[in-house]
C-alpha cells in the first residue's frame, strides 16, 4: 500500500458535469502509461514532448480501438511539478462518461487509484511542501470564507512554517551551547551564562504563547463557529434562521412544534463562517417526532461554540422560556428578543435578569436589528481588539489548527521543564533533553518529526485527486 513507484490516477474535478474535467496521474510511468492511451492526428507522442507544454488529441482504448474523449493533455516532467513527480493532466470533458471511461483504460494500463490526498501526499513525501503546508491545501478547499482563505494561503506560502523553523533554530542553539558544557565537565557554566539562556527561553516561550493565543480565534475561521438557535416553539428561530441566511431556507408557520430536524447552513459575518442550525422548540411534548427533535435541540446546544437563544418580545415570559434560559446556562449565548415590531408593552426580562447575558431586539420578519445581533456575535467571538484580516496584513502568525496548538503546548511544556531544571541548578543533560523534547513537538507541525499514524490522520481528510 502506498507505495511512491506506483504511479497514481485519479479524477480531480468535481463528481458531476462541468465545463472540463481532469484526469491527473503522477509517478514515474505517469508518461509512458498516458502515451498508451493517447492518440494524436499529428502523430505527437507525450514521451517527446518538452515538460509544461500541453498537446491536442484523442484518448483511445487501446483494446478496443475506438476513442473515448477528445482532450488536450498536460505533460509536466519531473522534478518541478506539484508532486515533484513526473505528472500527466488530462482534460477530458467534464462529463462522469469520459472521465471514467479514460481513468479506467489507465487503470488498467498500469496505474493505480490515488488515495485521498495522495498527490499532496506525495508532494510532502517528496520534500516540495512541508506538513503543515500539505494541510493548508485541504483548508483553502475548505474555507467558506474569504478571510478563512487567506489565513489558508498564508500557511500554504510557508508563513507557520518558517516561523516555527527559526524557533526550532534557536533551541537548536540554545541545546548545543547547554550541552558544550556537558561534553566537557571541567567547564562550570557561569550564572550569568546560565541566566542568558534562562532569558533566551523565555522569550521563546513568550512566542509560542502568543501562537497558541490565536487560536482561540484562529480555529473559528477553519473550522466555522457553530451556532445553535434556540427557543420555545413558535418564538421565530426559523425566522431568524432565515433573516441571517437571507434565504428561505427553513419551513415557517404560526404553528408551535413545526421545525423537527436540525437544519444547518453557512453564513458568512465580517470573514467569519457561522454555520448555524436551526433547532426544534423545546418543549413538554409526547408527539414521538417532536420528543426526538427535542433531543436533538439539547444536544446542539451541547456542541455549539455559540447560542442565540430566541424569546418572543409579543408575549410574556413563562416558564418554557426559563427552561430554555437555564439550559444554556454554561455556555456563550445571546438573547436575542424577536418580534421587536409586536413588542408588547408589558414584555419584561426581569424574570431573567438573574442570567444577564448580552441581548439584542430584532424582527425576523422585518429584517430589524439583524445587523445588531451579526456584530454581537462576532464580538462575542473575536474578542481580540486586531481582526484577523488586520492580523494577516501585520504579517502575524494565526493558528487555525488544533493539531498545530497541541505540538506548541507540549513543546511549551517541555520548556517550562527545562528553565525549571536550570533554575534549581540541576544536572544540564536534563534541561538539553527537554529542550530536545520541544524541538521535536514542534517538528511535528512541519513534520520533520512525523509518524504514519499523523499522516494518515491528515491526508484520509482529503479528497480523492488532491
Ligand atoms: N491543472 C491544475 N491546476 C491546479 C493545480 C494542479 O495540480 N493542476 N493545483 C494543485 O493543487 C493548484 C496549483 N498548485 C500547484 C503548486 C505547485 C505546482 C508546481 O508544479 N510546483 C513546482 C514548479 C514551480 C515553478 O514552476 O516555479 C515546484 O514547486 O517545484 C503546481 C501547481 C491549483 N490549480
Ligand atoms: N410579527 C412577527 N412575527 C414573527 C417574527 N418572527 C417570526 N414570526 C412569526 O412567528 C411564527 C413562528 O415562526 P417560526 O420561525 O416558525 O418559529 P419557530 O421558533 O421556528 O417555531 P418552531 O419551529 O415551531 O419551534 C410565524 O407565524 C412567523 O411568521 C417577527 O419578527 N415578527
Ligand atoms: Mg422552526
Known amino acids: 500500500m502506498n507505495h511512491l513507484e506506483d504511479t497514481i490516477v485519479a479524477i480531480s474535478t468535481p463528481i458531476g458535469e462541468g465545463g472540463i474535467g481532469i484526469v491527473r496521474l503522477s509517478g ?84 493505480r487509484l490515488a488515495e485521498p490526498g495522495e498527490f499532496t501526499k506525495r508532494a510532502f513525501l517528496n520534500g516540495r511542501i512541508d506538513l503543515s503546508q500539505a494541510e493548508a491545501v485541504i483548508d483553502i478547499i475548505r474555507a467558506k470564507t474569504e478571510t478563512a482563505e487567506r489565513l489558508a ?26 550541552e558544550a558544557y556537558i561534553d566537557f565537565p571541567e567547564e562550570e557554566i557561569e550564572s550569568l551564562e546560565k541566566q542568558d539562556i534562562i532569558n533566551s527561553i523565555d522569550m521563546i516561550k513568550g512566542n509560542l504563547s502568543n501562537i497558541i493565543r490565536s487560536y482561540d480565534e484562529g480555529k473559528f475561521f477553519r473550522e466555522g463557529v457553530s451556532t445553535a438557535i434556540v427557543g420555545k416553539p413558535n418564538v421565530g428561530k426559523s425566522s431568524l434562521l432565515n433573516a441571517l441566511l437571507q434565504k428561505d431556507r427553513a419551513i415557517v408557520t404560526e404553528i408551535p412544534g413545526t421545525t423537527r430536524d436540525i437544519i444547518e447552513d453557512y453564513v458568512n459575518i465580517k470573514g467569519l463562517p457561522l454555520r448555524i442550525m436551526d433547532t426544534a422548540g423545546i418543549r413538554e411534548t409526547h408527539d414521538l417526532a417532536e420528543i426526538e427533535g427535542v433531543r436533538r435541540s439539547l444536544k446542539a446546544i451541547d456542541g455549539a461554540d455559540i447560542v442565540l437563544a430566541v424569546l418572543d418580545a409579543s408575549r410574556q415570559l413563562d416558564k418554557a422560556d426559563k427552561e430554555v ?16 415590531d409586536i413588542e408588547s408593552p408589558t414584555f419584561d426580562l426581569e424574570p431573567l435578569s438573574f442570567n444577564l447575558k448580552p441581548c439584542v431586539r430584532v424582527s425576523a420578519l422585518k429584517g430589524d436589528g439583524i445587523d445588531d445581533l451579526k456584530d454581537a456575535i462576532y464580538s462575542m467571538c473575536i474578542t481580540s481588539s486586531k481582526a484577523a484580516d ?12 488544533i493539531r498545530h496548538r497541541q505540538a506548541i503546548e507540549k513543546a511549551l511544556k ?32 512541519v513534520g520533520v518529526v512525523t509518524t504514519e499514524d499523523i499522516l494518515n490522520k491528515i491526508f484520509n481528510e482529503f479528497c480523492i485527486g488532491k
Open 28 to 111: 514515474k510511468d505517469a508518461i509512458p502509461i498516458a502515451d498508451k492511451v493517447f492518440f494524436s492526428p499529428k502523430g505527437k507522442k507525450l514521451r517527446d514532448a518538452k515538460s509544461h507544454t500541453i498537446i491536442y488529441g484523442f484518448v483511445i482504448d487501446p483494446i478496443e480501438n475506438n476513442r473515448i474523449d477528445e482532450v488536450i493533455v498536460t505533460v509536466m516532467k519531473a522534478p518541478k511539478t506539484y508532486t515533484r513527480e513526473d505528472v500527466v493532466e488530462i482534460n477530458c470533458h467534464g462529463g462522469m462518461l469520459p472521465l471514467h471511461a479514460t481513468m479506467r483504460i489507465l487503470l488498467r494500463e498500469g496505474a
Open 153 to 178: 494561503l498564508k500557511q500554504l506560502e510557508g508563513k507557520l512554517s518558517s516561523r516555527i523553523t527559526d524557533i526550532r533554530d534557536k533551541l537548536v542553539e540554545l541545546c548545543m551551547h547547554i
Open 325 to 340: 434560559i437555564d439550559k444554556v446556562k454554561g455556555k456563550k449565548t445571546i438573547i436575542v428578543i424577536n418580534k421587536s
Open 390 to 401: 488586520a492580523a494577516i496584513d501585520a504579517e502575524d502568525i494565526i493558528i487555525t489548527n
Open 414 to 445: 517541555s520548556l517550562y521543564n527545562a528553565e525549571d531544571i536550570l533554575k534549581r541548578n540541576e544536572p544540564l543533560e536534563i534541561a538539553a533533553i527537554f529542550i530536545r523534547e520541544s524541538l521535536d513537538s514542534l517538528g511535528e507541525i
